[in-house]
T-cell receptor, first 113, second 112 residues
Framework: DGGITQSPKYLFRKEGQNVTLSCEQNLNHDAMYWYRQDPGQGLRLIYYSQIVNDFQKGDIAEGYSVSREKKESFPLTVTSAQKNPTAFYLC????????????FGEGSWLTVV | QKEVEQDPGPLSVPEGAIVSLNCTYSNSAFQYFMWYRQYSRKGPELLMYTYSSGNKEDGRFTAQVDKSSKYISLFIRDSQPSDSATYLCAMSVQGGSEKLVFGKGTKLTVNP
């Protein structure tokens, strides 16, 4: 089945550690995105990429890093520089173009302990 | 003024009720309007998509866009317990999907 696969679903991290969240899509979409969702805050864009080996910062990129070495994959690293990393992280993808809807994965819950 | 405003609720209705969910926005350049449904601890799924003004119906769901009032609505007829979820509105201007702006979501509970 076509879709977006995020892993792991739940992740615990100690303070000071980096952690990488995986995102793979088989929809043949060119664009991929990472969002963060906090209670009462809505969805906030962290990074997005429209082509392999290129990506752009979103609204809250500080403390995060990404790579796009393959069209299908867009991993997100939450670094120790992110001051409040506990959140629900959503990966998404879309066809490039005006008004194209984005499709989301099932999300990854990150808890810093 | 925030770009997109959405009443967070929570909204609780009996089964069979008509539900109205709304968003207002300030950017008159928005052209594309979407509603997503998000079940607890899941990713959002696209429910309705509308371009510019007008109505769109899909089964029990109707999306309305009133650009003159900068107001969009999602109506759910004959609501079911399975409709219990958080509903997110989203909208964008003529541009890429990276410019999608989301509301904060309204949590709906439909009681059997």
């Amino acid at each position: 089945d076509g879709g977006i696969t995020q892993s792991p679903k739940y992740l615990f991290r100690k303070e000071g550690q980096n952690v990488t969240l995986s995102c793979e899509q088989n929809l043949n979409h060119d664009a991929m995105y990472w969002y963060r969702q906090d209670p009462g805050q809505g969805l906030r864009l962290i990074y997005y990429s429209q082509i392999v080996n290129d990506f752009q910062k979103g609204d809250i990129a500080e403390g995060y890093s990404v790579s796009r070495e393959k069209k299908e994959s867009f991993p997100l690293t939450v670094t120790s520089a992110q001051k409040n990393p506990t959140a629900f992280y959503l990966c998404a993808s879309s066809v490039i173009g005006a008004g194209n809807t984005i499709y989301f994965g099932e999300g990854s819950w990150l808890t810093v302990v | 003024q925030k770009e997109v405003e959405q009443d967070p609720g929570p909204l609780s209705v009996p089964e069979g009720a008509i539900v109205s969910l709304n968003c207002t926005y300030s950017n008159s350049a928005f052209q594309y309007f979407m509603w997503y449904r998000q079940y607890s601890r899941k990713g959002p799924e696209l429910l309705m998509y509308t371009y510019s003004s007008g109505n769109k119906e899909d089964g029990r769901f109707t999306a309305q866009v009133d650009k003159s009032s900068k107001y969009i609505s999602l109506f759910i007829r004959d609501s079911q317990p399975s409709d219990s979820a958080t509903y997110l509105c989203a909208m964008s201007v003529q541009g890429g999907s990276e410019k999608l702006v989301f509301g904060k979501g309204t949590k709906l509970t439909v009681n059997p």
